[in-house]
């Protein structure tokens, strides 16, 4: 997929343009959105691709399933159109929900359809569109118990196949990228990686950002495995490659073309999640709402997090923090200086250091992705109990089989990183 457009966006939108001149709808309707999209959403107002995407479509099916044309519409044939796309489709309807994104996509476009035609003087008086309501938009479709715990992205990781992927899932939660936005980075959009600041810049050349603006986001809980997988990982580090390449049939003479794709995104998280056996949505679009709900809990204040999401205000704040009560009354009172800590599952967690290499690291690592040493005393006590019982499983089998994993042992003590790998396999 080019790295410009990891959507697949604008071949969406030339079939969305065939399929109107194919359609069998009226003529005066066909010319009349052709005009409004290419001439005035696409030259004058220069809408994003996923937009003009909608207006095609949209005002293609209202004009196919209208009684009269569009063009020729007054209030109440608009609301006929209406009635017909909501009524039950065992009536004679479509079925879609009044509140539902469908029907806000249909009366979005054929508002400022009806809107452009007003002003145009080859057409009849169309006023009446100041007063199609368009629903707001419907964001919080993540519940509470949906959100990914740190214990389901580490589990995620656990159960991928290659070094890309781990590195990607902790990236999405730690950016709160959209998945548009992350898969069009490129190499060179990665910034002081190897330093304590790094931060990443959106493709400005990529397609489909929904207005995120071209400013410099932090990295932060996903430096130490976005460092492990660039500079040690990374098939093709050149400047001009996409940050998260494909793996198979990469093209060298030809990177920008080798991005992955949102619906291959889509896919290894299912695949990933069905082998973890976690039953929460794991789409791109509950990391954002994850990561969101991090960064609150973590105590950043809403501007902050409103940079880092994207946004251009923090009306969007509510519908993707899912904190608790209990959490954000826990951090009024640290913050206010009523308790000097929160409590352990409420308060801000901080990064640790790898005993081995120095390389920082999330609260939640087991392991460091750099040298894979483990990284904390919890996980190396595991993983010393787990030695033991292999070693003693084996005296008691073999003498020599003993020895030999005595040996190994002590190879993987002094390779943390060899014994990584072994157990991602």
């Not at 479509?57 to 020729?72: C, I």
Request: glycine share 4%.
């Amino acid at each position: 997929m080019n790295v410009d457009d990891a959507s697949n966006t604008q071949n969406k939108l030339d079939r969305q343009w065939e399929l109107l001149e194919e359609s069998d709808i009226d003529g005066s309707d066909r010319k009349a959105i052709h005009d409004f999209v290419r001439m005035e959403r696409q030259g004058n107002q220069d809408v994003a691709l996923n937009t003009l995407y909608r207006d095609l479509s949209s005002l293609r099916n209202a004009s196919d399933r209208a009684a009269v044309p569009l063009v020729e519409m007054d209030r109440s044939d608009y609301r006929d159109l209406i009635r017909t796309l909501t009524k039950p489709k065992d009536q004679d309807g479509y079925g879609l929900e009044p509140n539902g994104s469908g029907m806000r996509g249909y009366k979005a476009a054929i508002k400022v359809f009806f809107e452009w035609l007003d002003d145009e003087p080859d057409y009849e008086d169309f006023g009446f569109y100041d007063g199609i309501d368009t629903p707001s938009q419907s964001i919080s479709r993540v519940n509470e118990d949906e959100i990914l715990e740190p214990e389901d992205v580490e589990a995620l990781k656990q159960h991928t196949k290659n070094h890309r992927d781990p590195a990607l899932i902790e990236f999405l939660v730690d950016s709160c990228a959209r998945a548009s936005l992350a898969l069009q980075l490129r190499v060179k959009d990665v910034h002081d990686l190897n330093t304590k600041r790094p931060y990443f810049t959106p493709n400005p050349n990529g397609s489909s950002h929904k207005g995120a603006p071209d400013k410099r986001y932090p990295i932060l809980q996903s430096s130490a495995e976005l460092r492990t997988w660039l500079n040690q990982n990374h098939p093709d580090p050149r400047d001009e490659s996409p940050l998260w390449p494909v793996l198979r049939n990469y093209d060298y003479d030809n990177p920008e073309e080798c991005a992955l794709s949102t619906d291959a995104l889509r896919s290894m998280l299912k695949i990933c999640a069905d082998r973890a056996g976690i039953e929460k949505p794991v789409n791109p679009h509950n990391f954002r709402h994850t990561g969101i709900t991090r960064l609150s809990r973590e105590g950043l204040q809403p501007q902050q997090i409103q940079h880092i999401a994207g946004w251009n205000d923090d009306r969007m704040l509510q519908a993707y923090d899912h904190t608790t009560d209990r959490q954000r009354n826990e951090k009024i009172r640290v913050e206010t200086g009523y308790v000097e800590e929160a409590d352990d599952d409420t308060g801000p967690s901080k990064p640790k250091t790898c005993g081995n290499c120095r390389e920082t690291l999330k609260p939640t690592a087991q392991f460091c992705p750099r040298c894979g040493a483990p990284a904390d005393r919890t996980t190396e006590d595991a993983i010393d109990e787990q030695d033991d019982r292999i070693i003693e499983s084996a005296a008691r089998a073999d003498t020599e089989l003993a020895g030999a994993v005595l040996e190994f042992r002590q190879l993987l003590d002094e390779s943390p990183r060899l014994r990584r790998e072994l157990l991602d396999v």
